[in-house]
């Protein structure tokens, strides 16, 4: 079964940059789309981006700019680009997987909302603080 692990997480300054890292096991991401997610305290899971098995993305409007998601070659590792962090980027990061639906693939896109995925990793802490 597919298993998920990301890393790269840590405290950073305002406005320095951190690669998070996605790494698939049981399984490649060979027609997955994979999506994250983060968790600030006190406050509910949001969608950051998503990326299709063809390597098309989706950003939240607060992220957009600033982060970047991408796949390897390999289909074993996705990434998660951020730069300029800002303290209310703040949050544990989670990645997310799962076969497209019928109409995702139709339609060639990915989602950034929870119910669209199956398989979970157990997160990374991201601090941004001075």
């Known amino acids: 079964q597919l298993q998920l692990v990301e890393s790269g997480g840590g405290l950073v300054q305002p406005g320095g940059s951190l690669r998070l890292s996605c790494a698939a096991s049981?399984?490649?991401?060979?027609?997955?789309?994979i999506g994250w997610f983060r968790q600030a305290p006190g406050q509910e899971r949001e969608g950051v981006s998503c990326?299709?098995?063809?390597?098309?993305?989706i950003y939240a409007d607060s992220v957009k700019g600033r982060f970047t998601i991408s796949r390897d070659s390999a289909k074993k590792t996705v990434f998660l680009q951020i730069n300029n962090l800002r303290s209310e980027d703040t949050a544990v990061y989670y990645c997310?997987?799962?076969?497209?639906?019928?109409?995702?693939?139709?339609?060639?896109?990915?989602?950034?909302?929870?119910?669209?995925?199956?398989?979970w990793g157990q997160g990374t802490q991201v601090t941004v603080s001075s």
């Open positions: 997310a997987a799962n076969r497209p639906s019928r109409l995702l693939s139709a339609q060639g896109v990915c989602a950034i909302l929870q119910g669209y995925y199956n398989t």
């Open positions: 049981g399984s490649t991401l060979d027609g997955f789309m």
């Open positions: 990326i299709t098995a063809g390597r098309r993305t």
